[in-house]
């Protein structure tokens, strides 16, 4: 495998090893007389690192590469690794958030929103094996915590109360408590259509007590400090 390089100052991590890596401009891609491929899928939440490890591709590995996208494309490289010289070329796409094992795992810092999509890890092996593995991440974000308003925090019976679930996510569910367990919906007490806002028309004497909203998506929730309802006599 022959590659043209110029000396970057960027620094890859391999394997405990710190190596100065060197600007890839291109490499030949040895003819593979064996090519299999395979989809895999990791999640993480925002802000946090992420581990890309494909199982079993140590073993008799001659070098890999990573691609940004569902392709192998030279201009979509963030990394090529060479096991027989120990070297370790950055492309194109590489972040400076990446870390590169000689297993062929890759770990990215700090991830955002827009770290989701596909990678894909190109490995080849002894005897003309090729393998192709897209691995799809999808990066969470982590729901901000919400607080509860209400109209009035001390109200009348035969009066009207209403709660708005605050919160500056988008595309959440919202769930409701009362007295800590889930609240239940009746003719009485009505949601919104988002289940932001929560009404109470009219206010019974046993509606009184603690009210909490939770905020979730499919990787994290947040509930609502507690908010005491109170009736007011007279």
Request: glycine letters at 4%; a neutral charge.
């Amino acid at each position: 495998v022959g590659a043209e390089t110029m000396e970057s100052s960027s620094l890859l991590l391999c394997k405990g090893l710190l190596l100065t890596a060197s600007l890839l401009t291109f490499w030949d891609s040895p003819a593979a007389a064996l090519l299999t491929t395979k989809e895999m899928r990791f999640s993480a939440a925002e802000g946090a690192k992420v581990l890309l490890h494909v199982p079993d591709q140590e073993e008799d590995l001659v070098s890999f590469s990573w691609y940004k996208g569902k392709d192998v494309n030279e201009n979509l490289t963030i990394a090529h690794y060479e096991k027989s010289s120990d070297s370790l070329q950055i492309g194109k796409k590489v972040s400076g958030r990446e870390e590169i094992y000689k297993d062929s795992s890759m770990m990215l810092w700090a991830i955002t929103q827009k770290d989701t999509g596909f990678y894909t890890l190109q490995t080849f092996k002894a005897h003309d094996q090729q393998e192709i593995t897209y691995v799809h991440l999808q990066v969470y974000k982590i729901v901000t915590k919400p607080y509860l308003k209400l109209n009035h925090t001390r109200v009348k019976r035969k009066s009207a109360s209403i709660f708005t679930c605050v919160s500056p996510d988008t595309g959440v569910d919202i769930s409701w408590f009362f007295n800590y367990k889930p609240l239940n919906v009746t003719e009485r007490v009505t949601l919104s259509a988002e289940n932001r806002r929560l009404t109470i028309s009219p206010v019974w004497k046993a509606d009184a007590g603690i009210y909490q909203c939770e905020v979730s998506n499919s990787f994290s929730s947040k509930k609502t400090n507690p908010l005491l309802m109170v009736l007011a006599y007279g």
